[in-house]
């Protein structure tokens, strides 16, 4: 299984690619602004894509939806809570902070957390983890965490969006995300990736909390 990432947009939002080299299947997360690093790699490795999925409905988190759901024909997944997000400038943050729509279509699944989806012959795991936003959600797949805008390396997500809320955010990551081995490796939605035990260890926001 192979991970790619790809920081995309003006807030420089990481999007994912996972993939499998010998099926040459894959999965796409939070396609952001300005896709075209992730589809031309998409392209180039000739990728058939079982899924993209979101961790959180914010603008910049599925700026290049359309692009990369015309390109691959995959079907969407999002938390139920934030569905409206996806069709609402207004709800995803593009019409305050972007002075330009994004408008969306449906996604093709709507997820309530305790989910566990198969792709290129893995589980993803989906949890729950509100705070950031309402339909927040990481996906845990053995020792790989992808957690959206929950846990930065050294930070936490903000609270101050619609929806937002720090004591909601820090229970999803005490009871949530720091319940898992030390070890396992945590893909952010902005920045670089970190492990859960650095967090525990370094994160000021989770030792002084």
Known sequence: MRVETFSLGPVMTNAYLIYDEESKE????????????LINQIKELGLKIQGILLTHA?????????EVRQLTQAP???HRIEEDWLTDPKQNGSALLMGKPIVCQPADFLLDGGEKLTFIGENFQVIHTPGHSPGSVSYLCGSLLISGDVLFAGSIGRTDLPGGSLETLMNSIHHQLLTLPEETRVLCGHGPETTIGREMEQNPYITGW
């Open 26 to 37: 894959g999965i796409v997360f939070d396609p952001g602004m300005n896709p075209s690093p």
């Open 58 to 66: 914010h603008f910049d988190h599925i700026g290049g939806l359309e």
């Open 76 to 78: 969407v997944y999002v």
